[in-house]
């Protein structure tokens, strides 16, 4: 099963802060939080990951509780093309299976 | 990045046949996944498929159903048996190109009538 709660759908309008939020309360020292992504249609789609600091990229920002019991992911400007689903993950390493729970439905709107 | 391509892109069966879904990967990866997405549901990994060893299979999913070749490292065969239109999903590979990231090709969509 998914280590990781998120809810399963949000609002965001265009061209504001997109916030998800994940609760893994379970994650162990050595796992990381992954977030990918998933368009209408297509494959899934790797956004950013972290242990424990902040990380930052041209896609997102990933913010880590100082616990490391909850993560948000932060889409700076949202556009229409970021609706998705979003997945937040916990992996010890990249050549994990990656075990993927109903994630959040994000709907950006104009 | 690591570039994935899938073959058939979509298909349509009929019950009781079988369907061989290629992923073609553009460099030589140890690790390659493949997950099932049935409709409207999130992706469900069916196996992991390392060259040179069997496939490792998760729970509620077996090698009779579901066999797996991995000749090299830049190439896997998935085949749904026996197809019931339960089958009906998208089929998607994945794998691990040393990035720090998984890379997912663009699904096939199979449609057991």
């Known amino acids: 099963d998914a280590k990781t709660t998120q809810p399963p759908s949000m609002d965001c309008a265009e061209g504001r802060a997109a916030n998800l939020p994940c609760n893994h309360s379970t994650i162990s020292g050595n796992e990381y939080v992954y977030w990918y992504r998933q368009i209408h249609s297509q494959g899934p789609q790797y956004i950013i990951h972290?242990?424990?600091n902040n990380e930052t990229n041209e896609m997102a920002s990933l913010i880590i509780t100082e616990d490391r019991k909850s993560s948000t992911l932060i889409l700076p400007h949202a556009t229409l093309r970021d609706t998705a689903v979003y997945y937040c993950?916990?992996?010890?390493?990249?050549?994990?299976?990656?075990?993927f729970g109903p994630g959040t439905s994000l709907s950006v709107i104009p | 990045s690591a570039v994935i391509s899938q073959k058939p892109s979509r298909d349509i069966c009929q019950r009781g046949t079988s369907l061989t879904i290629q992923c073609q990967v553009d460099?030589?990866?140890?690790?390659m996944f493949w997950y099932r997405q049935q409709p409207g549901q999130s992706l469900t990994l069916i196996a992991t498929?390392?060259?040179?060893?069997?496939?490792?299979?998760e729970s509620g999913f077996v090698i009779d159903k579901f066999p797996i070749s991995r000749p090299n490292l830049t190439f896997s065969t998935l085949t749904v048996s026996n197809m019931s239109p339960e089958d009906s999903s998208i089929y998607l590979c994945?794998?691990?190109?040393?990035?720090?990231?998984?890379?997912f090709g663009p699904g096939t969509r199979l449609t057991v009538l």
């Open positions: 498929a390392n060259q040179g060893s069997e496939a490792t299979y």
């Open positions: 972290g242990l424990k």
């Open positions: 994945s794998v691990e190109a040393g990035y720090n990231e998984q890379f």
């Open positions: 460099s030589q990866v140890t690790m």
């Open positions: 993950i916990v992996m010890k390493t990249s050549y994990d299976k990656v075990i």
